[in-house]
């Protein structure tokens, strides 16, 4: 993940307004950046939806079908986020307007932990790519995590980079994807070389439910255009909201279209759990396209992909701790030093944070994106739960029934899943890190003399 957030660097521009093929670049750039995150997601979502299976490839197909599901009925809620806050704001601000400043603090907590398990389980995830292309190093996997942590954050030190190259990765990485699974499907001689199972150790219903929210990690980032809009200063309210619905409906259609078929894939190849040394979506590909260039490629494309995921937060995370930090003339609950920015205007103390909590992590997960997953479909679920009761909420203001009946059935999906994923045990922590910190600011708000505007401070991080 990852997130509002994880969106994707700004870029000055000037103003656009009237110019339909500079807006059309905007859009492009700004769109395919954006959604970097919730496609870098397919690289383990699949996966983890077959591990919580215990391999029964037969099951897979249904459950990301739920999967993808959800994460429409997620996007369905952000599309109305959109339009009430063309602004930027997500459901900080909603849970803020809907039920008072207190309640900001919450989604917030949850961002800042997302921000860090987006790091965490993208740069874990880029080793594994690397590993399965070159399996030589899978002895050397932590201090490979590693040294690709210290080089995304360094990078991060020159500030935000250009947007349209995090769009180029995306779309590299669709592009050769769809190339792969219509190889996968039209060559008859494509065969799996990993272990299935037929045996998920429940009945096939109770499987398919115990099993879907654990690959709603897929559903992560996709929060993030409601925010990253705020970056587009040079349009009017109305091109915003645009900016923000087609962002929405693009990512719906390419994560919900990718996943579906390489899963469809992997069922068709037989590509079960796979080896140490090796990721599912890998061991398709080289089902799929063999040890040539394809593959390799595919490898190269996701890797680069799983960094851009962990840059884009490595930019979002410390902006937000920078917003709230009070040095841009905003609301202060953090410590000045945490705002402090170099000549490039990154909050350098702060990526520090980022840097050493996403470190601990990685380690305590021996490097093992799968590790970390169950941990990750936590945190930003709360930030959406949040969203969706606000919306219901606004909706029974309205006298919108059948508005706020379709955000309650939401909320109550989101809110099972949130639960499931709890009930297996130590992603109990992701959720305490996520109370602690909300609880946290909310004190250090409450010091400050409840400062206004704090129901902004994602819209600021996106624009400070």
Do not use: C
């Not at 932990?113 to 932590?142: K, M, Q, W």
């Amino acid at each position: 993940m990852a997130s509002p957030a994880k969106a994707a660097p700004t870029a000055a521009a000037p103003s656009i307004r009237g110019r339909t093929p500079r807006r059309s670049v905007l859009f492009f750039a700004f769109a395919f950046a954006v959604i970097a995150d919730p496609v870098s997601s397919v690289a383990y979502a699949i996966e983890a939806a077959l591990r919580a299976l215990h391999g029964d490839l037969g099951l897979l197909l249904p459950t990301m079908s739920l999967v993808v599901g959800l994460v429409v009925v997620v996007t369905a809620n952000y599309w109305q986020l959109v339009r009430r806050f063309p602004k930027g704001g997500g459901a900080a601000a909603a849970a803020a307007r809907a039920f008072g400043s207190r309640w900001t603090f919450l989604p917030i907590g949850a961002l800042v932990v997302d921000f860090v398990l987006t790091i965490g389980i993208s740069i874990s995830a880029a080793a594994s790519a690397v590993i399965a292309l070159f399996p030589g190093l899978a002895p050397v996997r932590i201090p490979l995590a590693l040294l690709l942590l210290l080089v995304v954050a360094g990078l991060t030190w020159f500030g935000h980079g250009g947007r349209l190259l995090f769009a180029l990765m995306t779309v590299a990485f669709v592009v050769i994807s769809v190339a792969v699974v219509v190889l996968g499907f039209t060559a008859p001689h494509a065969t799996g070389h990993a272990a299935a199972s037929a045996d998920p150790g429940h009945s096939a219903t109770l499987a398919v439910v115990l099993a879907f929210p654990v690959a709603m990690a897929l559903a992560t980032g996709v929060e993030a255009p409601s925010t990253a809009i705020a970056q587009l200063g040079q349009l009017d309210d109305t091109h915003r909201r645009r900016f923000g619905r087609g962002t929405l409906a693009l990512l719906v259609v390419i994560v919900g279209g990718l996943t579906l078929a390489l899963t469809a894939l992997a069922v068709r190849l037989g590509i079960g759990i796979p080896g140490t040394d090796s990721t599912q979506i890998a061991d398709i590909a080289h089902a799929a396209a063999g040890p040539g260039r394809l593959y390799g490629a595919f490898q190269l494309t996701s890797s680069l992909l799983l960094l851009a995921a962990a840059s884009s937060s490595f930019q979002a995370g410390p902006g937000l701790l920078k917003a709230l930090s009070g040095t841009t003339g905003r609301p202060g609950v953090l410590p000045p030093v945490l705002g402090r920015t170099n000549g490039h205007h990154t909050p350098y103390w702060s990526v520090v944070v980022y840097l050493a909590a996403a470190a601990v992590i990685i380690v305590a997960a021996a490097g093992q994106e799968q590790e970390l997953v169950l941990f990750y479909a936590v945190a930003v679920f709360v930030s959406f739960l949040v969203g969706l009761i606000a919306m219901a909420r606004f909706a029974d203001r309205e006298r919108k029934p059948a508005l706020a009946w379709v955000n309650g059935l939401a909320a109550a999906a989101v809110a099972f899943t949130l639960v499931v994923n709890l009930l297996r045990g130590w992603p109990v922590l992701s959720m305490a890190a996520t109370l602690l910190i909300a609880g946290g600011l909310y004190l250090r708000w409450n010091r400050a003399g409840r400062p206004t505007g704090i129901e902004d401070v994602e819209a600021h991080a996106e624009t400070g």
